[in-house]
């Protein structure tokens, strides 16, 4: 999930290994029946618990997690991507804004009236696609997030858009061609510590650089709920990019865990919806002992390996397991 897609450099099985294990299924020999398997059997069991909402269109699904949150699923799209509407008494937050493929702020509109800004857990392409449909789009300043607000072209993503990444047809008026992360503004800076405040809602920025420097996490004290973006979901987390950082990450990862006795839920950017807190502990540990020397690598591809535990996993490069 970077700016610079290592998929489209991969050949197609090694695009599948990368997948399945993204999405937490174990790879096979036949990638196109593993995937059609795969597509037959969305959205994820996890939903189930959720009623779908009648603003769910071909490409979004709409799930209301909480009240007034709602979880804007991307399930046709091998990233399994998860936005986030936060509607409050005043105002709404709207927490990434996906792969760019499908009218996201359609989506929006038709769930609250209020006036909406955007904030992303980070400034990968598959979590600010729908960026430039907003005008109110606040954000953590580093290189690599203003870089990423310029766009990104049709050939780091293609992949993307591509039959191998796809469960149906891409929506109207995109192709695999013209598909890029268009370039956004961003009007406000955020930093640590800055609270975005909806009327009935105070939500936190919590900067948890590591899968990425500008890695943010969501904190709403009085209900208990974090957003994680990806520095935590429900499936080998993705570290093994280069601009992420192994020490940043340790400490931000035992940061969220220590939250974990206060809060009630968590709200991924991946896979699944809603995930019970103390899954943070397990990752705070299963990490140490990655880092430690102590967990068993299963290779992957030429240079990245993939550890697993129960619930998570973390996928990483062969030659930076241990600082």
Request: charged share 20%; net charge negative; proline share 6%.
């Amino acid at each position: 999930m970077t700016a610079i897609s290592t998929r489209d450099n991969r050949p197609p099985d090694i695009v599948f290994v990368i997948f399945w294990f993204a999405i937490g299924f174990a790879p096979c020999s036949s990638a196109q029946v593993e995937l059609e398997g795969f597509c037959a059997n969305l959205p994820r069991p996890a939903y189930s618990a959720f009623e779908k909402h009648h603003t769910s269109n071909e490409w979004f699904e709409v799930y209301e997690v909480e009240p007034n949150i709602w979880a804007i699923y991307e399930p046709f799209q091998w990233q399994e991507v998860i936005s986030y509407l936060i509607v409050g008494t005043d105002s709404a937050l709207l927490f990434d804004t996906g792969n760019g493929l499908g009218d996201i702020r359609a989506i929006v509109d038709q769930l609250t009236k209020k006036p909406v800004t955007v904030l992303n857990s980070h400034s990968h392409f598959d979590h600010i696609g729908g960026n430039y449909q907003f005008d109110n789009i606040v954000s953590v300043s580093t290189a690599f997030s203003l870089a990423n607000s310029r766009g990104i072209q049709n050939e780091m993503v293609t992949t993307e858009a591509s039959s191998e990444a796809l469960c149906k047809a891409l929506p109207s008026g995109v192709t695999q061609g013209s598909h890029q992360i268009k370039p956004y503004t961003i009007t406000r800076k955020i930093s640590e510590g800055d609270v975005i405040d909806l009327g009935d809602r105070k939500l936190e920025i919590l900067h948890i650089s590591g899968h990425t420097d500008d890695s943010i996490a969501l904190l709403d004290a009085e209900a208990g709920f974090l957003w994680t973006g990806d520095s935590f979901y429900e499936g080998p987390i993705w570290l093994y990019f280069p601009e992420t950082d192994l020490a940043a990450y340790r400490k931000s990862i035992a940061r969220l865990a220590a939250l974990a006795p206060q809060l009630n839920a968590l709200f991924p950017a991946h896979n699944t919806p809603k995930a019970v807190p103390a899954l943070l502990l397990g990752a705070q540990q299963a990490f140490d002992l990655v880092l430690e020397g102590k967990a068993e690598p299963v290779p992957m591809w030429e240079g990245v390996v993939t550890f697993q535990f129960d619930g998570f996993g973390f996928l990483m490069r062969e030659d930076n397991t241990q600082l």
